[in-house]
C-alpha cells in the first residue's frame, strides 16, 4: 500500500542578510553573500510557477516588515514575477483576518522572510491561516519557502536559543515547538558562517530520533514528498544523524560541560546529490535510484 505524501514542496533557505550585530560579528563573507542575484529565488519561482507565480511574501519574523517587504517585492519583479503580494502580521490575532485568508487561497506559493523564528512562530501557531496553508501543501502543489528564521520555522522543533561555538557544551541549547511542516528534521541557517555544528548536535542529542539540516547562506533545499531533498544554492547542506551514537557523555555531565560523542553521522549534499530523510539515505548523482525514482501520489 502506498504511502499518502503531501503533493506540495517545502524550501527552507539559510539565510543571507546581516540584520543585527551578532550577523555583523560573524565575519565578513555573509556581507558577500546575495541570493537575490545569485539565482536562488530564481529556483524559488522555478518550483512554483516561474515567472507567472502568484507569491505571497510574509515578513512577519523580522522587525523591519515594510523595508524587507520591498527588498522582496524589488527582487521577485526583477526575475519577472508580477504579483507579489504582502502579508503583514504586527501580533498573532492579525494571523486569521480575512483578507489574510484570502491572500493565502489566491497565492501559488509562500515566501516567509527572515528575522526571529520564536516571533513567527508565535503569530502563525496553532491559527486557522497555518492550518489552511498545511492543507493547501498536502493536497495541492502548494508551494511553502522560508529563509532564515522563515527556513527554521519549519521544523517540529525549532532552535529557540542557542550559541554558536567551536566547543559542545551541554545546556547551549533550547527548542521550542515549530509548525512541523517538516515534522523528521531540526533545522539550522547561517551554518557554516556561523560555526552551528555544535548547537545543531546538541539540539538533536536533546531530541532523539530527528534528522539535523545545516543551511548555508544562499543555500537550500526542495523538500518534495516531505521526504526526498534536492539542495538549490550555492553552497553545501550539512545533514547530521545522530541514530548511530552508541557513546557519549551527554546525559552524565553537567549543565556546561563540555561533551563527547561516538558515531555522529555527517553528510554533504550539493548539486546532483538527494537525501531520503526517513531512511537516512544519501543517493549520489547518476546512481540508478536516483534516475528510475518516481513520486508516491
Known amino acids: 500500500m502506498d504511502t499518502i505524501v503531501p503533493k506540495g514542496k517545502l524550501i527552507p533557505i539559510g539565510g543571507n542578510e546581516a540584520h543585527g550585530p551578532e550577523d555583523n560579528a560573524s565575519g565578513g563573507q555573509m556581507q558577500q553573500v546575495d541570493f537575490f542575484k545569485n539565482g536562488i529565488l530564481q529556483e524559488v519561482l522555478l518550483e512554483m510557477k516561474g515567472p507567472e507565480t502568484k507569491i505571497l511574501v510574509i515578513p512577519a519574523a523580522s522587525d523591519v516588515p515594510k523595508e524587507m517587504a520591498k527588498v522582496y517585492i524589488d527582487a521577485f519583479k526583477s526575475l519577472g514575477c508580477k504579483e507579489v503580494e504582502i502579508m503583514y502580521v504586527e501580533k498573532p490575532e492579525d494571523t486569521d483576518r480575512k483578507e489574510n485568508l484570502k491572500k493565502l487561497e489566491q497565492a501559488d506559493g509562500i515566501m516567509f522572510t527572515g528575522g526571529d523564528q520564536s516571533i513567527l512562530i508565535e503569530k502563525f501557531a496553532d491559527s486557522d491561516f497555518c492550518r489552511r496553508m498545511v492543507d493547501r501543501y498536502?493536497?495541492?502543489?502548494?508551494?511553502?519557502?522560508?529563509?532564515?528564521?522563515?527556513?527554521?520555522?519549519m521544523a517540529r522543533l525549532a532552535i529557540k536559543d542557542g550559541k554558536s561555538g567551536e566547543s559542545l557544551i551541554k545546556g547551549m541549547v533550547e527548542t521550542e515547538k515549530g509548525l512541523a511542516l517538516v515534522p523528521e528534521?531540526?533545522?539550522?541557517?547561517?551554518?557554516m558562517q556561523r560555526s552551528r555544528l555544535p548547537r545543531l548536535t546538541e539540539a538533536l542529542l536533546r531530541n532523539p530520533g530527528l534528522v539535523g539540516l545545516g543551511l548555508c547562506a544562499d543555500t537550500g533545499v526542495v523538500i518534495t514528498e516531505g521526504n526526498r531533498l534536492k539542495p538549490i544554492g550555492s553552497g553545501v547542506v550539512t545533514i547530521l544523524e545522530t541514530d548511530a551514537i552508541q557513546v557519549t557523555n551527554y546525559h552524565l555531565v553537567k549543565e556546561l560541560e563540555p561533551v563527547y560523542l561516538d558515531g555522529l553521522r555527517v553528510r554533504m549534499l550539493a548539486a546532483g546529490a538527494r537525501y531520503l530523510i526517513r531512511e537516512r539515505k544519501f543517493i549520489?548523482?547518476?546512481s540508478t535510484e536516483e534516475k528510475t525514482h518516481k513520486p508516491t501520489v
Open 138 to 153: 498536502w493536497n495541492e502543489g502548494f508551494v511553502i519557502a522560508g529563509t532564515s528564521a522563515g527556513a527554521a520555522a
Open 185 to 191: 528534521v531540526i533545522i539550522d541557517t547561517h551554518f
Open 284 to 286: 549520489p548523482l547518476g
